[in-house]
C-alpha cells in the first residue's frame, strides 16, 4: 500500500509563500508521474502542478511563473514551493502519483492553504 503524507500547509497572508511536502512510502521511480491538485470550496479539484519521473514539469495556468514542483529522489518527497499567494489559492491541497506500468493512482489526504486578503 502506497502512502501520501503531505504536510506545510497553513494561514498565510496574500503575497506571502509556503512550500507544501509530500512524503511517500515508496520510491518516487515507482511512479511515472507526481502531482499536486488542489480543490476549493464548492469547486472541483483540478491539477496545479505535475513533475514526471523523468523531471518534465507542467502547471496550471493560473500558477505559471509563482509555484515550482520539484522532487528529491533521495527522500521520496515531492515539494510545491508556492509564492506570491493569492486569496484564490485557498484550497485544500492534494499530492497525487501516478504508477508505473498499471492504471493507477493515489492520493494523499490533502493539507489545508488559507491565503487571506
Known amino acids: 500500500q502506497v502512502q501520501l503524507v503531505e504536510s506545510g500547509g497553513g494561514l498565510v497572508q496574500a503575497g506571502g509563500s509556503l512550500r507544501l511536502s509530500c512524503a511517500c512510502s515508496r520510491s518516487l521511480f515507482s511512479f511515472s508521474s507526481m502531482g499536486w491538485y488542489r480543490q476549493a470550496a464548492r469547486e472541483q479539484r483540478e491539477l496545479v502542478a505535475r513533475i514526471t519521473s523523468g523531471g518534465s514539469t507542467n502547471y496550471a495556468d493560473s500558477v505559471k511563473g509563482r509555484f515550482t514542483i520539484s522532487r528529491d529522489n533521495a527522500k521520496n518527497t515531492v515539494y510545491l514551493q508556492m509564492n506570491s499567494l493569492k486569496p484564490e489559492d485557498t484550497a485544500v491541497y492534494y499530492c497525487?502519483?501516478?504508477?508505473?506500468?498499471?492504471?493507477?493512482?493515489?492520493w494523499g489526504q490533502g493539507t489545508q492553504v488559507t491565503v487571506s486578503s
Open positions: 497525487n502519483a501516478v504508477q508505473v506500468g498499471i492504471p493507477k493512482e493515489y
